[in-house]
């Protein structure tokens, strides 16, 4: 895989040893997003009901609950690096 790998990064940088000019330019971009939440517990019914199956056993309605009660959750949802070498 590794050979595989190091033969497709020469045949791709080939063509820029060929290059005669050096008027080249690189652009850099970063870009992070982040979300956070602190939530209490809730509980809100779900009405209609599609199924009896997908209701808990000795209730009539289901509910959406919120997963994890009292506890702060931060996520990274993205984290991109992009460089750009142009002419």
């Given amino acids: 895989m590794r050979r595989s790998f190091a033969l497709f990064l020469v045949c791709l940088a080939s063509p820029l040893f060929g290059q005669t000019s050096t008027n080249w330019t690189t652009r850099t971009r970063i870009e992070l997003r982040a979300n956070?939440?602190?939530?209490?517990?809730e509980s809100f019914p779900l009405l209609p009901v599609s199924s009896e199956s997908s209701v808990p056993v000795g209730q009539t309605v289901?509910?959406?609950?919120?997963?994890?009660?009292?506890?702060?959750?931060?996520?990274?949802?993205?984290?991109?690096?992009?460089?750009?070498?142009?002419?």
């Fill in 36 to 41: 956070y939440r602190d939530s209490t517990e």
């Fill in 62 to 87: 289901g509910h959406m609950e919120t997963s994890t009660p009292g506890i702060a959750n931060a996520e990274l949802s993205v984290a991109q690096l992009r460089l750009d070498l142009g002419r």
